[in-house]
DNA sequence: AATATTGCCAACCGCATGGCG
DNA sequence: TCGCCATGCGGTTGGCAATAT
């Protein structure tokens, strides 16, 4: 049996006062980040260290860009999760100042809905065969969808792994997606992006996370399989 | 105005992974 | 090679606010 993560004893739950967030930013930036299980005892807070580490990267941490997503930010959203799934901190990473958890809300609360008015189906975004005519279109979501229809835009090989460990699968689950037949489309995987800022920490030497096949140049980061 | 329902989002939970001794 | 530990990730839940009845 796994021991809990931390003590669960004595530590609060639920949502941060001001004062713990306080407490918490104080100390990050005295400190910095690192060894989150130590921090709650060190910057005086009776939280578990995987909570001082949530709160950070989704709420507190600076460079956090809140609001309505963008235009671009939806029509990337949706291609990258045609590419990788569920993915969510990969896809967040290529969204500067998103979180994985807030990509990932805003994919079930907004993005899921959409698509299925549209009649494509979130999960595999395959146009259902009956798909909802009522639903006004097409406006740029479903322009990135007719986009991902293209013939021949698929063309761009899946490496062998980008992120090592559970991206496999969704490569695999993409095989199957484009190598399906004529019944499914081809995406459009013509996806040059930025390189999001400094969190994206996986590139970064002294933290080489596995991701081999990723290649930098001109300032942009391209992942292989959108080379 | 009161109550029920729905939607959103912050936070939690459990599992997977990688590092290290 | 194995086991332990810390961290990261994705799914799920709980609580609050907005909306509907």
New binding site residues.
């Given amino acids: 049996m ?4 931390c003590d ?1 004893d004595g530590t ?5 006062s001001k004062q713990e967030d306080q407490k918490l930013i104080d100390y990050i930036r005295v400190h910095g ?7 709650p005892k060190a910057a005086g807070l009776h ?5 001082c ?3 950070w ?3 507190l941490r600076p460079d956090i860009k ?1 609001g309505n997503f963008a235009q671009d930010e939806e029509e990337l959203i949706i291609k990258l999760h045609a590419l ?10 290529r969204l500067p100042g998103r979180t ?3 990509v ?3 994919w ?3 993005m899921r ?1 959409k698509l299925l008015n549209m009649g494509i189906d979130p999960n595999n975004h395959k146009v259902n065969q009956i798909p909802s005519s009522q639903q006004p279109q097409p406006d740029h979501v479903s322009a990135v969808v007719a986009s991902m229809n293209e013939e021949d835009a698929c063309k761009t090989k899946i490496p062998a792994d980008i ?4 991206v496999s699968d969704a490569r695999s689950s993409l095989e199957d997606e484009t190598s399906a037949g004529s019944g499914s489309f081809n995406l459009n995987l013509d996806l040059t992006i930025a390189v999001p800022w400094p969190s994206l920490t ?1 590139i970064d030497e002294e933290k ?3 991701t081999t096949n990723e290649c930098k140049s001109d300032g942009l980061t391209t992942l292989p399989l959108f080379q």
């Fill in positions: 796994r021991k809990p993560c669960k609060n739950k639920g949502a941060w980040e690192g060894c989150w299980r130590s921090i939280r578990c260290g995987k909570s580490r949530l709160r990267i989704n709420y809140r990788l799934g569920n993915r969510w901190s990969l896809i967040a990473g994985d958890n807030e990932k809300n805003y079930n609360s907004h809905k992120h090592n460990d559970r996986f080489p996370r596995t």
